[in-house]
């Protein structure tokens, strides 16, 4: 396992998704997940799967503390008394005391920011989330959570794979310390077709899965959820802490870069340029 030091935070850089799992599928995948040997598990009370991923999490045996488990509040609960109601939600639907990570989902423009992350710090200071950060956020709005607001942000997480690049807000966390947790980090499977990804998998015989996965956990401060039900999927995406790619190979990866975003809801802010 690689892992994110994120303000002396250790977090496994690889987790495993659980959008849009949901019952027995959802359960089942948490559960094997943490067999396989995720320690890092990503969910939100938009997925309507909290409960199953907590059923997920006992069934496996694997002791809390060693999991780096994430969840999220949606857009509609950022006023202060509702974010706090939200995270409790999601702790009883969890069955947990704490989660390590509790992120604001998407930001909404007709919420004052200042008033959704003071709600934030205030789970933080009750200790029912270990860390606190954000979700969709571009520069812009981290300078204000950050700068303005004086938040004390662990992570950003926003789509980010070969096809789209996040120069400007990796440009942004890194010299604060703080992690970029890449969603859709395959782009939903569309990674496994870049020609350039299968001529350097052949060269290490990894799959272009598993050298797009590995090209972002071996990067600084970034973390990757990729979501696997097929297990087999599972353990590809896991298996990619034996080999290393070169710096070129990295740069040559990187030079794709792109605009390529496949998640852009009309609820979403203004993106940073690619
Ligand atoms: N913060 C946000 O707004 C946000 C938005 C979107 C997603 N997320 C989080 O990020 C997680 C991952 O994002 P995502 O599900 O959109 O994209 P993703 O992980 O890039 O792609 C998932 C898709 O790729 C397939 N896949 C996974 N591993 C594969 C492999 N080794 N070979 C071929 N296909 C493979 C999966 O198939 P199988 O399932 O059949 O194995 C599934 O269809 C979500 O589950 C969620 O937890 C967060």
Known sequence: MIYVDAKGVRIPAIGLGT???????????VR??????????????KYDNEPEVGRGIAASGVARKDIFLVTKVWNDALRDGDLQRSAERSLKA???DYVDLLLIHWPNAAIPLRESLKAL???????????????????????EAVEVCGAD???NQVEYHVGLSQRPVLSYIRPRGMMLTAYSPTAKGGVGSDALLKRIGA???????????RWLVQQDGVAAIPKASNQDHARENFSIFDFELTP??????????????LIDPTHGPTWDPA
Request: glycine residues 10%; positive net charge.
């Open 32 to 45: 094997a997940g943490l067999e396989i040997g995720y320690r890092h598990i990503d969910t939100a009370a």
């Open 121 to 143: 710090a205030s789970v933080k200071a009750k200790g029912r989330a270990s860390h606190v950060g954000v979700s969709n956020f571009p520069v812009a709005l981290l300078k």
């Open 19 to 29: 959008w849009p799992l949901r019952g027995e599928e959802c359960e089942r995948s």
């Open 203 to 213: 060269h290490h015989g990894k799959t272009p899965v598993q050298i797009a996965l």
């Open 248 to 261: 070129a190979e990295m740069a040559e990866i990187s030079a794709i870069g792109g605009d390529d975003r």
């Open 94 to 96: 969890l069955r947990q």
């Open 153 to 155: 942000l662990l992570c």
